[in-house]
């Protein structure tokens, strides 16, 4: 890599030209740093590669020497990157603050806020709010493995459980895994502390305690549990659409057999996009609902087509909030003594499909999944039985 001072061609209007710095692997690797000093010709030795004969002259060449020693020292905690690449890490150096961990994990949530991942950003503010109570201020020298498991150590101690510690470090490890991609530090400082998790059973209904849900009769006045009730069956009905695409599904996502949308926690990646069919059942419930709200189906964001995202997240968790409560009272009153939420439709649709002998492929693709792993993962607990069944079949 070669680094070299020139003074560029362009003449500004007070007669000076600006001095920038030219780093290079090869002539097809060619990139350019203003150095922000501008002198004139006749102030610049080209030979030396200094500033002469000018009032600041020391001042302007201290300046350009902190310049090239920095993008120097970051080339060699990053050997053999091209000059592109270097760039980069040298842009997002001076964009970030390099020694706050914490004013840095800031600034990634608020740039996730700024691209509308609203309620990510609003998790990770959590996780920043338990860090400051941990510690008011963390550089990334101060970040080791040894930090890890205090900190780990510490939100046991407060009651913090087992999973939820995980995903605190899991939200820590993922922005040090992205100060390394952009050239903040060199390397994880966490790499190798053990995050362990906790395997919770996937609990859901059977396709008796669907029924009794369907069959349950709600007096009118009741609009919250028949709200509640219709959207739970509705996600069973829809292969576990969740409740925030639910809240979200327009009129004009649905034709005559047919619902297509695009999964909204899953909209950067590929496969997002569902076109799913609308059996009869489901069909009946969106038929309720026709006429109350010109642009969405369910009641949840009738009204909210101009609020900001942000707003629009507010109403979502307060109404997945209301409808869980909502959803345990109708459960109770159907005999259904089980803890339940929206999220277990989709866990009951697995259930249901697994024992209709629905092939793991199809069940994987109803899901929303791109990777068959992940329904590998998820539906574990869903095959439990089916293996004790099968084994006490073949020992009977």
Request: aromatic residues 10%; contains cysteine.
């Amino acid at each position: 890599m070669n680094f070299n001072y020139y003074l560029s061609p362009y003449l500004k209007k007070n007669e000076t030209q600006l001095i920038r710095l030219k780093i290079e692997t090869s002539q097809q690797d060619v990139q350019y740093i203003d150095s922000g000093v501008s002198v004139k010709k006749a102030q610049w030795d080209d030979k030396r590669k200094k500033v002469k004969r000018h009032p600041l002259e020391e001042k302007l060449n201290s300046k350009l020497v902190s310049l090239i020693i920095s993008v120097q020292q970051l080339y060699y905690n990053n050997e053999g990157i091209s000059a592109k690449r270097l760039l980069f890490l040298y842009k997002n150096n001076k964009k970030y603050d390099s020694s706050s961990f914490l004013d840095f994990y800031q600034q990634i949530v608020d740039e996730a806020r700024l691209k509308g991942k609203i309620r990510t950003a609003n998790t990770q503010v959590k996780y920043i709010k338990k860090l400051r109570e941990f510690t008011t201020h963390i550089s990334f020298s101060d970040l080791s493995i040894q930090f890890a498991k205090d900190y780990e150590k510490w939100m046991l101690e407060r009651g913090n459980k087992v999973n939820t510690v995980a995903s605190n470090m899991k939200a820590i490890f993922a922005v040090l895994n992205k100060a390394v991609k952009i050239g903040i530090i060199s390397q994880n400082p966490i790499k190798g502390f053990q995050i362990i998790t906790e395997n919770t059973q996937k609990d859901s209904l059977t396709f008796e305690e669907i029924s009794k849900l369907s069959d349950l009769e709600i007096p009118p006045r009741f609009k919250g549990m028949i709200k509640a009730r219709d959207m739970f069956l509705f996600s069973f009905y829809t292969a576990g659409m969740r409740f925030s695409d639910i809240c979200r599904l327009k009129w004009e996502n649905i034709t005559e057999n047919e619902i297509i949308y695009t999964m909204h926690k899953s909209r950067a990646r590929a496969g997002s996009k569902r076109n799913l069919p609308l059996v009869p059942k489901a069909i009946s419930i969106v038929e309720r609902y026709k006429g109350r709200d010109p642009l969405f189906v369910f009641p949840p964001l009738y009204g909210m087509d101009k609020e900001s995202l942000e707003d629009i997240e507010h109403q979502l968790y307060i109404a997945n909030n209301a409808a869980n409560r909502s959803l345990r009272i109708v459960c109770e009153k159907a005999g259904i003594k089980k803890w339940v939420n929206m999220h277990m439709a989709k866990h009951s649709f697995a259930d249901f499909a697994v024992k209709n002998n629905t092939g793991l492929l199809m069940i994987s693709k109803l899901l929303g999944h791109t990777k068959l792993s992940t329904t590998q993962h998820y539906l574990k607990d869903f095959y439990h039985k089916e293996e004790t069944d099968e084994m006490n079949r073949l020992f009977s």
